[in-house]
């Protein structure tokens, strides 16, 4: 099993169902990745209905990549392979910051929508890395309450509908960027306490 | 089966005139290029703001590198990519945007 959240419980017996019929996961990823960056060239040009449109495509796109994953493992394609949903996700947030750029932000909507992409991207694989070696506090938290931390996308959806897209960016960037920050230092830190632990082992590799 | 009657050359030619005039007219949006003075020479703002992004973008990939974090920076080509364009637009905005 992949996961044991709230939307894996949901899309597993919909990936039973659809390996059934002959659904491959690559076809549900290149669905995924297709309606991801229709989602973000609906944001290009920011007008209400192309806010509309893109949320919608972006709703589409969450268990769409939930499903793909359930059926790469129900067919036994275990896949950790996570580049469909990164570029999808890079592509929605640079094209939100395009879109932005009459708006209340001005030009500078442009390079906040690349960072806050970005700053996403890295919070969310330091988060993954930082796991694995103890509780991550991004992951952990949300564990508790059924939700993975890729979940919380979903949420772009109905702030594109609201048209909260300006204000959306400023929070991304912020909170991705300090969640980035945090998590890189956290993993650092780990990481060199590991490498001060192995040289420390009496077992080296010259006396075994 | 009806023949097309040649284009007089004359014609062509007030075209073509026309074409170049009207390409013309576009360079007047380039008046504002602003260029700075470095030893005599002057080098265009936009060149600097690129060595600016791209060297700032050096600076965060030595970092993480030296850190060991890098490994786990996700799609790392485009990352570096869109951190070195973000980084090349802000200093264009905070220094020549007025």
């Known amino acids: ?208 | 089966m009806t023949m097309r009657q040649p284009v007089p050359a004359g014609f062509r030619r007030i075209v073509r005139l026309f074409a170049v005039g009207a390409a013309g007219l576009a360079v007047a949006g380039c008046n504002h290029s602003p260029s700075q003075d470095i030893l005599g020479s002057f080098f265009p703002a936009w060149m600097l703001c690129a060595v600016a992004g791209l060297l700032s973008t050096l600076g965060v990939r030595q970092i993480l590198l030296r850190t060991g974090v890098d490994r786990f920076v996700p799609l790392k080509l485009i990352v570096y990519f869109g951190l070195a364009v973000s980084l090349t637009f802000i200093c264009w905005l905070i220094w020549f945007s007025n």
């Open chain 1, 1 to 208: 099993m992949i996961g044991s959240t709230w939307s894996h419980a949901v899309a597993r017996p919909m990936a039973r169902l659809l390996a059934g019929l002959g659904v491959g996961a690559n076809l549900l990823a290149g669905l995924r990745l297709s309606a991801g960056l229709l989602a973000a060239f609906c944001l290009l040009p920011g007008t209400p209905a192309g806010n509309h449109w893109g949320g919608w495509l972006w709703l589409s796109v969450v268990p769409l990549n939930r499903l793909y994953k359930e059926i790469a493992q129900v067919t036994g394609l275990a896949t950790t392979d996570s580049f469909v949903d990164e570029l999808a996700c890079l592509a929605f947030f640079a094209a939100m910051g395009f879109g932005q750029r009459h708006s209340i932000l001005g030009v500078e909507a442009i390079p906040i929508g690349m960072l806050s992409g970005i700053a996403l991207l890295m919070s969310f694989d330091f988060s993954a890395a930082l796991r694995q070696r103890q509780k991550s506090f991004v992951i952990a938290p949300l564990r508790r309450l059924g939700l993975a931390a890729d979940d919380l996308l979903v949420v772009f959806a109905p702030l594109a509908w609201l048209d909260w897209l300006a204000q959306t960016l400023i929070v991304t960037v912020l909170g991705g960027t300090i969640i980035a920050l945090l998590s890189g230092w956290r993993l650092w830190r780990l990481m060199a306490q590991e490498h001060r632990a192995e040289s420390d082992s009496p077992l080296k590799k010259g006396d075994r």
